[in-house]
């Protein structure tokens, strides 16, 4: 997986990746995650630690990975509970998605002030839990949503034209980049990103019914 590693000497991401790893299953994890205060700044101004939401039953069909929790997610302490994750419900509706089927997740669990980018030794901390929750949950298909997640999963390189339309394959899950509903509402119901985002989840949807 492309995933940034945690750098050598950055203690709290090792600590991170190693309490995530003794992690046997998914409430174990989101007890570990929850008192999280890995990234000092982060971990003052949240109100929750929004770990995520497995699906609703069985094994995930599909991941939604989103770049951090906005602020109703952080006062909620869930994830696309917000604006974005309502345009995000309709448009999985649409494309004939079920979020009950799905693992709904970000790369950084805390919400960055001011929605600033997440800081890059904040998404090498954080990347440990994602890590760990894509283990447990294994599902054969991810949505990257946005650049950032984009970048997680493909690599720092990465540019969202090129990249979305196709599934990659990253260690054997096949991930659709595609554009974050946050943009879809910037742009407007006329413009490219939300057409984009609708055609992508189609495309998802077709995919997992071959
Ligand atoms: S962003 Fe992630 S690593 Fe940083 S404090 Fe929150 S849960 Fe911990």
């Known amino acids: 997986m492309a995933a940034p590693r945690p ?29 999280c205060v890995a990234c000092p700044e982060l971990a003052a101004t949240r109100q929750h630690v929004v770990v995520g939401d497995p699906p609703r039953h069985g094994r995930a069909r599909f991941a939604l990975v989103g770049e951090a929790p906005g602020a109703t997610e952080d006062d909620t302490g869930r994830p696309f509970v917000g604006k974005s994750g309502q345009l995000l419900d309709l448009l999985l509706a649409e494309a004939g998605l079920d979020r009950a089927d799905a693992a709904v997740l970000n790369i950084v669990k805390c919400r960055p002030p001011g929605n600033r980018t997440p800081k890059t030794p904040e998404v090498a901390r954080c ?8 283990e447990l949950l294994d599902p054969p298909v991810v949505v990257a949503l946005g650049l950032s997640s984009a970048k997680w999963f493909l690599g720092p390189r990465t ?12 260690g054997g899950r096949a991930v659709w980049a595609t554009y974050h509903p946050s943009a879809a509402i910037r742009f407007g119901p ?5 057409a984009g985002l609708l055609e992508d989840l189609t495309s998802v949807a077709r995919s997992l019914a071959s």
């Open 190 to 194: 006329s413009g490219a990103p939300r």
């Open 7 to 35: 750098p050598r000497f950055d203690a709290a991401a090792e600590e991170v990746a190693r309490t995530a790893a003794a992690a046997t299953d998914w409430p174990a994890l989101a007890a570990a995650a929850t008192p």
């Open 159 to 170: 540019k969202l034209a090129e990249a979305r339309g196709r599934p990659h394959d990253v």
């Open 127 to 134: 990347s440990g839990w994602l890590r760990r929750q894509l």
